[in-house]
């Protein structure tokens, strides 16, 4: 069975930086995909960053050039650093796990960036 955990949240000053960490259980961790999602208050839950088994990445459009997303698979921990924070950053960060027909979620970890 597989659990994630996210961390490194919190509140920063718009310009500030963050790193983010999902911290994997199982044995699937190397060979799986990892997502980092968001969701506002009163939004759906977007796509913010993805790397796949082999380590290739994408990014949502509002954050390219600011976030990057990287795994550590002898660590079974996928991170998301994210710069030059923005108060439209603000949301419940979570990430997700996808292998084959298995996907699962983390509790998430909340980050409010203040103007």
């Known amino acids: 069975q597989v659990h994630l955990v996210e961390s490194g949240g919190g509140l920063v000053q718009a310009g500030g930086s963050l790193r983010l960490s999902c911290a994997a259980s199982?044995?699937?961790?190397?060979?799986?995909?990892i997502g980092w999602y968001r969701q506002a208050p009163g939004k759906q839950r977007e796509l913010v960053a993805h790397?796949?088994?082999?380590?290739?990445?994408m990014y949502a459009d509002n954050v390219k050039g600011r976030f990057a997303i990287s795994r550590d698979n002898a660590k079974n921990t996928v991170y998301l650093q994210m710069n030059s924070l923005k108060p439209e950053d603000t949301a419940v960060y979570y990430c997700?796990?996808?292998?084959?027909?298995?996907?699962?979620w983390g509790q998430g970890t909340p980050v409010t960036v203040s103007s």
């Open positions: 199982g044995s699937t961790f190397s060979i799986s995909a």
């Open positions: 790397i796949s088994s082999g380590g290739s990445t």
């Open positions: 997700k796990l996808v292998y084959r027909n298995l996907a699962v």
